[in-house]
């Protein structure tokens, strides 16, 4: 009895739950990762009354041969294989690749980045790729390469893990959006991957979208998407965001900052010299440029960071890539962008502490109503709005003011924090002329350069104006 029971769990361990679709249906059923693609046509040739033979498998863009065994497809729970009719007779040619799906292949194959002729490229020697790519079983493989190989996978984002994991590739056809799609060729970079209409297919769907396409002689391109390989399948729409510049440290370069050398996966920086970096270095250099408000707000990739090095067009353009940073800094992030968006917007933030909304109003309007909070302010001085010019704040004024907010302390035990952080930072601060970012000076000259990244104004301390040469001989020094 125990020896039966001991045998019906491990049978029931080694089930796998996969889903095959076909033209208008979508079967579930149980397999052994065992079992090969002849095995698969057996069992569902019969529930579309149709031959095994009149049937071929797909599976990320490559039709599967009768003799793959489904655990080397590397399929996870619920995952999808497409079953389509044979449109017509033709000998089998199996390629130099064996029929492998396509992210098998590119898995093996080390897929490069797009500067694999660079110096400190990641990416592995082509003859080195092509070797492993038509001798997968060749007896002259060595073991450094079988190494590489194992350890070869795609970093993504996934929005249902919460967090930085291990991914696949798979295709779609571009305009139907359908999986029963087979590539011409396969993608050798990751332009090929991220930018559209990079790589011709044949849909295996039978839509009139896609015959309509084809009689108009427009070809069929791939679309390349990826899901993460961590959790169970959610379905055809289950994507992940791919993090490009995370790779696996093929060439172990060292790290820009420690020094050290990583055996997992390093950030690439996209510079002409592909500067690398450690994991825990870069959450760190974020961070730190984070604190310093030194991110840039880019027109086109959004509030974004550089190589540390200065390269020129260097910015990370899918930012995603700051997913890394904690959870709070993370939120930090996204202030801080949100901020920066309204700034170099013509807008401006509430000066009222614990609130700081963006408002966008028109240039002309000096009189400011904070929709949040309900504060009425002056859009120059950033002050209680006021009738007239506006005036330097006085010591007198501030002392007042502290005055008033000691006063205060007695009966917002509440709000004692944040206004004791308002008057410390008017008495403590003076505003940058351009961006009216609060700046503290704590010693040296005069000359002051504004720290926040897109403004970067140089001012006078005391005149409060732009730095000019007067400033220089007056009053360099104090």
């Known amino acids: 009895m125990l020896q039966l029971l001991s045998s019906k769990k491990h049978i029931i361990e080694n089930i796998l739950r996969i889903y095959i679709k076909t033209s208008g249906n979508t079967l579930c059923i149980d397999i052994d990762p065992k079992y090969d693609i002849r095995q698969i046509k057996n069992i569902v040739a019969p529930k579309i009354g149709l031959e095994p033979d009149e049937l071929k498998v797909i599976f990320a863009g490559k039709e599967l041969a ?6 080397d497809c590397d399929l996870g729970e619920q995952s999808i294989l497409h079953v389509v009719k044979v449109k017509e007779k033709v000998p089998k040619k199996i390629n130099d690749y064996g029929m492998k799906p396509l992210c098998e292949i590119l898995d093996d194959s080390m897929f490069s980045p ?10 592995v020697e082509a003859n080195d790729v092509a070797h492993i790519l038509n001798n997968d079983t060749d007896a002259n493989i060595t073991s450094n390469q079988q190494v590489l190989v194992k350890k070869i996978h795609f970093y993504v984002y996934c929005p249902t893990c919460k967090g930085l994991k291990q991914g696949k590739l798979r295709v779609r056809c571009n305009f139907c959006k359908s999986g029963a799609f087979t590539v011409h060729s396969d993608p050798q970079n990751w332009t090929h991957v991220l930018e559209n209409k990079q790589i011709t297919g044949t849909c295996e769907n039978d839509t009139q979208f896609c015959e309509d396409i084809l009689q108009n002689r427009e070809p069929t391109f791939a679309e390349f998407y990826f899901k993460c390989s ?5 379905g055809e729409n289950d994507q992940a965001v791919p993090l490009y510049l995370i790779r696996p440290n093929l060439k172990q370069i060292q790290c820009l900052a420690c020094l ?3 055996y997992d996966a390093v950030f690439v920086f996209p510079c002409q010299n592909d500067h690398v970096m ?10 730190s440029k984070l604190t310093e408000r030194q991110f840039w ?8 960071l550089a190589c540390p090095n200065g390269c020129a067009d260097s910015f990370i353009k899918e930012i995603h890539h700051f997913r890394l940073l904690d959870d709070q800094n993370y939120d930090r992030y996204h202030r801080f962008a949100t901020e920066e968006f309204v700034l170099q917007s013509g807008g401006l933030l509430c000066p009222q502490p614990g609130c700081g909304m963006g408002i966008l109003a028109d240039t002309d309007c000096k009189r400011i109503t904070c929709q949040g909070c309900k504060y009425v302010f002056c859009r120059l001085c950033l002050q209680g709005y006021h009738i007239g010019e506006c005036g330097p704040i006085e010591n007198d004024d501030l002392n007042n003011q502290s005055t008033s907010c000691e006063s205060e302390l007695s009966c917002n035990n509440g709000n004692n924090g944040e206004i004791a952080s308002r008057t410390t930072i008017k008495i403590m601060t003076k505003p940058c002329p351009s961006c009216k970012t609060p700046t503290e000076r704590d010693g040296g000259c005069m000359h002051m350069i504004c720290t926040r990244a897109g403004c970067k104004f140089h001012w006078c301390w005391v005149c409060q104006t732009e730095w000019t040469t007067e400033c220089m001989g007056d009053h360099w020094f104090g």
Request: proline share 2%; hydrophobic share 25%.
């Open 66 to 71: 009768d003799n793959i065994v489904i655990e």
């Open 114 to 123: 797009i500067s694999e002729s660079r110096n400190n490229s990641i990416s």
């Open 230 to 234: 961590e959790h169970i399948s959610l």
């Open 260 to 262: 050290d050398i990583s």
């Open 278 to 287: 450690c994991l825990d270095c870069f959450k760190q250099y974020c961070m």
């Open 297 to 304: 707000q880019h027109p086109e990739y959004g509030y974004t």
